[in-house]
């Protein structure tokens, strides 16, 4: 089948520009990265090292590294604690639709897909929320699929603000926006973004883009900047890692965090980790394995590199796994996870997105985060 492929490097119409400066400079470095360069004493200097500079964070993430990580492990841990203390912020996401008008053949959404679509009314995201905040959660994260057709950005604004009514923070994972549509967002309640770049290689990006505009590379790199200058409070960074080489997909996000970071000092910086899952058009893309000891090295990567960052590890992962990355690395954990649509209410409208590994209720995590010796929270923020 045959379709309009605009050229995915150049903005289309309707897609503000903030430049290229960040982009450029992504792209710049990726094309330098070498990881198989690093040597165990780079390995060594980076982890003794006060303050971990970009030269550390490649030599860390690098393959030799993958020999470290229970070094790794240590260091990450110690500046995990000095960071956040004993805190584990818990949340879950609730996704309104799933509706998409990209067609990425990796994802479950993809428009072509024969899934049972559904998009939830006011009255039915009340019933999600009111059930969700029953578990005590104070912080929601709410997710659709890529579609400004069926999940307008006003849509988007007022689920949101019937969020704010039951929980404290408010985050959203949708479609990239312009700054003054983040700032609706805002307005409404939203306090963070976070999006998923998938991969930082052009011409793979391109491949696995074939419509939408999600075909846009530069649109989607520069969203983080888009929702800081809609007054947004943090924003999120992540690779879909296997979708490409995983080292440089990780170097290049915590990169482009770090650039983020400088350009926005008073931004909140977030990073998610996760690996691709099993869903109906894995096999068509050769997916690069992502074991588990490598994705544990990415996380402790980035604590080590950014401290402060605040890390989520997903449901995608073993129950075990989650509860060794809350030790170690990540500060926040998904709980009560429930990924359908409609699903949290017991009435079910439409398919997931991807399959999850850790169902465990809220006070199962909460258990879990207690017996570690650590501390679940439900949420930091205190407003006037």
Known sequence: ???????????????????????????????EFRPEIYTKNDVEAALGAKICTLENFKAIISRVAGDFIEQMAQVSMKKTRENFGANINLFTPLYIANYCDNLCVYCGFNSQNKIKRAKLNDDEILGELEQI????????????GESRTNSSVEYIAKACSLAKRYFKVVGVEIYPLNSDEYALLHKNGVDYVTVFQETYNPSKYERLHLAGNKRIFPYRLNAQERALTGGMRGVGFAALLGLDDFRTDAFCTGLHASLIQKKYPHAEIAFSCPRLRPIINNSRINPKDVRERELLQVIAAYRIFIPTASITIST???????????????????????????????????????????????????KMIKSQGLEPLMSEYVYG
């Open 133 to 144: 905040s029953k578990s005590g959660l104070q912080e929601i994260l709410i997710l659709t």
């Open 316 to 366: 995608r992962e073993r129950a075990v796994f989650r509860d060794n990355a809350v030790k170690i690395a990540a500060n926040k954990i998904s709980a009560g996870v429930n990924v359908g649509i409609g699903a949290h209410s017991q009435n079910k409208k439409g398919d997931e997105q991807f399959e999850i590994e850790d169902a465990r209720g809220v006070d199962e995590i909460a």
């Open 1 to 31: 089948m045959k379709f309009n492929k605009p050229d995915h490097m150049k903005l289309l119409a309707h897609m503000q520009d903030v430049g290229d400066e960040i982009m450029n400079e992504i792209l710049r470095q990726r094309a």
